[in-house]
């Protein structure tokens, strides 16, 4: 596909797309910081084990559940939340804790999201206690009005709508007036469908109907957004 001419995908954009936007939704994993610092690596490794210290399965059987649960619930933690009823809290800790040192501050990340006009929030599939750790390491706690994290979408994770609904509502967000930028496409088909603009960043364009635009570099989007 010739994504310069495709009329519904736009890797760069004219400002006026944006002129309406109010209230900017981030997510935080791959999206605030690139995917080459590899966190999920260490936060799936640390699921697997989890899955199989828990509930008493071979590596491959724990590593195949967790993909599985991902797949078809959104998060591993929601799959296992609704088969097997565990308390979130203790998993969350468990495969957060890991190693943040391949994060580094990006103070020109941070001086375009802080001149963003209007409410500038994260939500994210993760907690909100990691979502701190994280925004502390790359120097973006304090470019934000609010953190959201899965447990206040009471529990429901993205890609789910009464996820949305539910943090969109805590935060007060016109829809109408917000804009989200994610690295998972398939979790802005709900803010495309509510009426959100939508920002797929990722290293490589996956053009769906539900996306408005693509990046593969956040900070020079949004520096072009500005301009």
Avoid: C
Avoid at 31 to 49: G, N, W
Avoid at 124 to 149: E, I, K, S
Avoid at 196 to 222: E, N, W
Wanted: net charge negative; charged share 20%; hydrophobic share 40%.
């Amino acid at each position: 596909m010739d994504l310069a001419r495709h009329p519904r995908y736009l890797t760069r954009m004219p400002a006026s797309h944006f002129s309406h936007v109010r209230t900017w939704v981030f997510d935080l994993d791959n999206t605030l910081y690139p995917p080459s610092a590899r966190l999920f690596d260490q936060i799936e490794v640390k699921m697997t084990a989890w899955v199989m210290r828990e509930l008493n399965l071979s590596h491959a059987q724990a590593d195949h559940l967790r993909a599985a649960y991902w797949a078809n619930y959104g998060t591993t933690l929601a799959g296992l939340m609704e088969v097997h009823d565990i308390d979130p809290w203790p998993y969350l800790e468990d495969v957060h804790d890991i190693d943040l040192t391949t994060l580094t501050p990006d103070p020109d990340l941070a001086e375009k999201i802080r001149a963003l006009p209007g409410r500038r929030i994260v939500y994210t599939n993760g907690d909100g206690p990691y979502a701190a750790r994280v925004l502390a390491a790359r120097g973006l706690a304090d470019a934000f009005d609010a953190v959201y994290g899965i447990e206040h979408a009471g529990w429901h994770p993205k890609p789910e709508r009464r996820a949305f609904e539910t943090v969109f509502a805590a935060d007060g967000i016109d829809p109408g007036t917000a804009a989200m930028f994610e690295d998972d496409a398939r979790n802005l088909a709900e803010p495309y469908a509510m009426g959100l603009r939508t920002v797929h960043v990722a290293p490589s364009p996956d053009p769906q109907p539900h996306i408005h635009h693509h990046t593969g570099d956040l900070a020079g989007f949004l520096a072009d957004l500005l301009a």
